[in-house]
């Protein structure tokens, strides 16, 4: 079975400082999908940024990257210029199908 | 906007009663998932739905049961609603064939009492 960790309850940062959040996975799996989500206030699950197993490049998405590393099962999630949008609650997920398994979440407050 | 829509947004029930919640799917999406988030936690798996057979299920007891229609629309049945259902229920749609990401409704909040 896949499992999904977020080791950081709660984050904050300041408007336009850099924050990076953890996530960690386990499988025994191959080939498979990682996904930051969004979910504000308003419930809406939102996509932040896709990775593919295979690929080696880390991807990126305007201010929010990630550091994938396939050996160490790690997935971190780097904003940059964080702004006071980006308040959320931040869910890393993975997949081997089309299942998603979810960790437990980060709350990241951005303050002004 | 995703273009996956959900309904009712929010509904209230009582103990034992039986709900039915409603998605539509994003246009070309043939891939329905549902998931249960309880409060303060990430969303658990329930089911999933392909071209309108149920195609892989967590961790549910069977009063959670759906449906998918011809158009990819789906729902949610609930029989014997526990306390413990009180949930935001979240739709994906994806597009299975290709391995898309999935994309998710606003959710229902269901409150069960």
């Known amino acids: 079975a896949q499992t999904v960790t977020q080791s950081q309850p709660e984050m904050s940062v300041q408007e336009a400082e850099t924050v990076t959040l953890s996530c960690t996975y386990d499988?025994?799996?191959?080939?498979?999908?990682l996904f930051w989500y969004k979910q504000p206030p308003s419930r809406q699950m939102i996509l932040v940024i896709r990775q593919e197993a295979y690929k080696q490049q880390n991807a990126t998405e305007n201010r929010f990257s990630v550091n994938f590393q396939k050996a160490a099962k790690s997935f971190s999630l780097k904003i940059s210029d964080s702004q006071l949008g980006d308040t959320a609650m931040y869910f890393c997920?993975?997949?081997?199908?089309?299942?998603?398994?979810f960790g437990e979440g980060t709350q990241l407050t951005v303050n002004p | 906007e995703t273009g996956v829509t959900q309904s009712p947004t929010h509904l209230i029930k009582t103990r034992g009663q039986q709900v039915t919640l409603r998605c539509s799917s994003q246009s070309g999406h043939n891939t329905v998932s549902w998931y249960q988030q309880a409060l303060g936690q990430g969303p658990q798996f329930i089911f999933q739905?392909?071209?309108?057979?149920?195609?892989g299920r967590g961790n549910f007891p069977p009063r959670f049961s759906g449906l998918q229609f011809p158009n990819y629309s789906s729902e949610l049945n609930v029989n014997a609603l526990e306390l413990d259902d009180s949930a935001l229920y979240l739709c994906?749609?994806?597009?299975?064939?290709?391995?898309?990401?999935?994309?998710f409704g606003q959710g229902t909040r269901l409150t069960v009492v």
């Open positions: 994906a749609s994806s597009q299975r064939d290709r391995n898309t990401e999935a994309f």
């Open positions: 499988t025994s799996e191959s080939n498979y999908y």
């Open positions: 997920a993975f997949t081997s199908g089309s299942r998603l398994t």
């Open positions: 739905y392909y071209r309108e057979e149920e195609n």
